[in-house]
């Protein structure tokens, strides 16, 4: 059996129309990404991810540990594909800072 997904409230059309309306779209799709990257890294990677936000369509993520941070810098368009073509053109970032 599948694995149930923490957050199913993100593709509600609710949600998305009130997101939209209060103006915090971009935290949502914030939170795609994240749950992206938890599925896609070890569970050690990921919880050097502090934070993922997303800025005039620039990815921010905030990353503790100097090697890893290191490796989303020298493969940031991988990384850029890899989102776009598993969460869709709506993920079409220009750019990704890694702070």
């Not at 609710?14 to 914030?30: C, D, M, T």
Request: proline share 1%.
């Amino acid at each position: 059996m599948g694995k149930k997904k923490k957050r199913e409230f993100l593709s509600s059309e609710l949600v998305k129309s009130f997101a939209r309306i209060h103006g915090f779209e971009s935290k949502l799709r914030a939170f795609e990404v994240k749950d992206f990257l938890q599925d896609y890294l070890s569970t050690d990677l990921f919880n050097e991810i502090e934070s993922v936000n997303i800025d005039a369509d620039q990815l921010l993520i905030k990353i503790k540990s100097p090697l890893l941070k290191n490796d989303f810098r020298l493969r940031k368009s991988f990384y850029l594909n890899k989102i776009k073509t598993n969460l869709g053109d709506d993920f079409d970032f220009k750019d990704l800072l890694v702070l």
